[in-house]
């Protein structure tokens, strides 16, 4: 025969918020744990004779939430084994009472018959009180268990379980990050007769000489796009969507897929350059840019009907999950070139791809010369095609320059041109050997040599047209000097 376990709400502690659900079936149970006994409910316990014990003992011995209720658990089940068991717990079971969810989460319904008979939540009773809320919801969170990512203010928002100092301490750090610090917000906490005693401060006071317990909540409410502190990810949706709305900004209702796409690859760059010169806060500014654009092209292609941000979001998440099969399934790969392969393997299943040829022909044609012959090449070397080792690449670089020279005395221009295209094509594979982008390569000789020639024109004593090549070069290895001293060559 199954153990009963009983999880009742006990309310917030005013006897007159107690259901009668609730009286019944701890006035006819055979053993009665509370998971504390700082309660309302306590008194009115034993004001009916009822006998219970409590699990104040366990909050007192653990240091942490992984201790405590693994233990709170062990001595309920012990309780079971000895007939019913009537659990009472602070306002309604599922409103911000972990203990129930362990339970759940713990307990083998084929060994116990759990039932739940909820109460009056705080939350409830406390924005009773306030009588404030909005017509769009409420949203109930937990101060232990608070994930920054949940935070929403555009709902209103009350925060149950401020316990102690530090947690509250901690919990005004994270709002602040998203609320504004002078809003002004309600804090509560039930008197010794069950009763929200309220109290309306700025946010960042939240933790200034003032005492919590168990019965202590928070009511943050709605606050305007405007007025937030810091943003999430859905915030910057909802500003492209007034932005492209019928009475939003006129230069973003005006533009399409093809006339954004001169941004994207601009952006692009600018993040590139951040990144080089290592300046974090110009490339989190950067990639903000770029972020803005997916997004922009979203919110269009959702005017069209044709997909909309969340399918741009759910299509990645399931690329990245089922592409790393040794993460989210059981495939085992030890080294990044065995994910490497096993990525490529996967890739080319999902598009269908049957032969090296048509992986070859997958890489866009839009993308830069030296980057997609870098692609190429690094795709053809996964079927085998490839030098065993830097000095054979080299070498062919080598064969494809006295080609080109051979080209260049014939004085045929498409000889020219196509042995120059091979020496290109061997200079990309000699830099994939060395693991060097060629795309990035190019452009740091670039800059070198910009930085050379603006050496020479600051230190030229007249005009470069009236110098000689000789007196031009000299100068030259003499900018090639001072960059040296000063590690850029």
Known sequence: MKSRITIVGLGTGNRDELTLGAVEALKQAEQVILRTGKHGAALYLQGQGIAYSTLDDIYEASETFDELYPEMIKRITAAAGQGDVVVGVPGHPMVGERLTYELLDELEKSAYHIEILPGISQTASFTAALAKGGVEGLKILSAAELPASQMDPGLPSVIVGLDNEVLVSDMKIRLLEVYPADLIVTVSSLDKDGLPQLEDIPLYTLDHSRSFDHTSCLYLPKVELGELAGYRFRHLVEVMEMLRSPDGCPWDREQSHESLKQYLIEETYEVLEAIDLQDMDKLAEELGDVLLQVVFHAQIAKEHGEFAIGDVITGVCKKMIQRHTHIFGDVRLDTA???????????????????????????????PALMRSYKVQKKAALAGFDWDKPEDAMKKAEEEFRELEEAYRSGREEDVREELGDLLFAIVNVSRFLKQQPELALTAATEKFIRRFAYIEECADRPLEQMTLEEMDLLWNQAKCVFQGKNRV
């Open 337 to 367: 070139e065995e994910v490497v392969g096993n990525w490529e393997a996967i890739k080319k299943k999902e598009k269908g791809l049957k032969s090296h040829t048509q992986v070859l022909r997958d890489i866009p044609t839009i993308l």
